[in-house]
Nanobody
């Protein structure tokens, strides 16, 4: 019943930017830890970033070292949407990007794909010269 739908992917030249969106339906995401993962052909699904629910209106943000300083995760709970702003893209960023969600649980391993309950279908990001 819970669905996540990503959009915003496409072809972009190195150095360019994209903003991905993930719209959730079926439940509110205000108390859900949301994340972005990516997967390139022949590689394992890789953690990118998470916007982790803590309590009340408190959230914590974590980034993979490979995207730190270039990517920004944000959320708009009123729109039930999570965003991924990607700047200074390079060829290593080429992958299918997936939105994921996990209902609150103490000690959730936010960098682990198998911790997440909800997944989108993915959106392709291709970075070219």
């Amino acid at each position: 019943q819970v669905q996540l739908v990503e959009s915003g992917g496409g072809l972009v030249q190195a150095g360019g930017s994209l903003r991905l969106s993930c719209v959730a339906s079926g439940r509110t995401i205000s108390s859900v830890t949301m994340a972005w993962f990516r997967q390139a052909p022949g590689k394992e699904r890789e953690f990118v970033t998470t916007n982790k629910y803590s309590s009340g209106s408190a959230y914590y943000v974590y980034y993979a070292d490979s995207v730190k300083g270039r990517f920004t995760i944000s959320r708009d709970n009123a729109r039930n949407t999570v965003y991924l702003q990607m700047n200074s893209l390079n060829a290593e960023d080429t992958a299918v990007y997936y939105c994921a969600g996990r209902a609150y649980r103490v000690g959730v391993g936010v960098r682990l794909a198998n911790e997440y309950e909800y997944w989108g279908q993915g959106t392709q990001v291709t970075v070219s010269s």
